[in-house]
Structures are given as C-alpha cells and as structure tokens.
C-alpha cells in the first residue's frame, strides 16, 4: 500500500533497523521503543488487522515470532517479555499494517496495563459459547 510506513520498512524505500525478514516476514527494530530491542514483526504483504492474515501468513509468523521473542529475552536479559498485537484504533493501533510488537519486560520499562475483569450475567457465558462456535463454522 503506497502510503504504508510499514510498507515503505518492509519494500525498503525508507530506513529501518531490519533484526531479520524472509520471503514472508519482516522484523524491525520500533522507533519509539518502550523498551531497548522493543521489536516488531510483520507480514510483507498489508493487511490492516490480524483476522485478515492467511494460514500461509500465519504460520510463518508464528514460526518466526518465538525466535524472536528468545533472542530479545536473549540479549535484553529481561525477566520476561509482552507480545503486543493490537487491532483497530479502540484498541491502540495507529500503523494500520498488522504487526506483533515484542516487549521486553523489566522494572523500568514503558508499557502499563489496566485491567478490570468483569462478570458473565447469569446464563450470558453460554449464549456467548454458542454464538462463537457458530461463528467459526462459517
Ligand atoms: P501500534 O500502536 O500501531 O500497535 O504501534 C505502532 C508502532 O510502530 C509504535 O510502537 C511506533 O513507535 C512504531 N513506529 C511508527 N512509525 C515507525 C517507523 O517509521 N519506524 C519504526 N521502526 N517504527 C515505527
Ligand atoms: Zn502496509
């Protein structure tokens, strides 16, 4: 997509810190890291939300995204690490290219929660159940 940042990372036509790409994948180093080797992976190919990935798209990255995830854990010495994935602006994404964020975790890093669970009303859960199983048959 022309007006792609990610697009323009992945086709090389502005400057990133490439960690590693394949004929299917890219991984960059973020510009605005919450954390040093804050890195982000990629499919080649834009596609705005996560849904909209192939099973081809979605198992290279799933092949390559524990590898990264260890080699930032590797380097950082971090405790432990976030996979940020996010979907839609109401759920903080501004790159609209579908990327995974690996964040790794410390006592001094950027990245915070919030979250407050709630509560099934009464029978709720399994009308929920059955919608979604219906759902994926389709
Ligand atoms: P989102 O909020 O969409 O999940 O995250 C987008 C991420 O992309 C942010 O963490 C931001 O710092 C990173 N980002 C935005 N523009 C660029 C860029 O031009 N180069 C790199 N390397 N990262 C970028
Ligand atoms: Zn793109």
Redesign the pocket.
Known sequence: MSDC?FCK?VAGE?P?HKVFENDAVFA?????PLAEAHT?LVPRRHVTQLDQLTADESAAIGAVLPKLAAAVQKITGAAGYNILQ?NGECA????MHV?F?IIPRNGADGLGFRWHPTKYAPGRDKAVLAELQSALKN
């Open positions: 940042i990372i502005i990133s960059f180093l973020d510009i605005a982000l996010n903080g994404q501004v790159v990327h964020h």
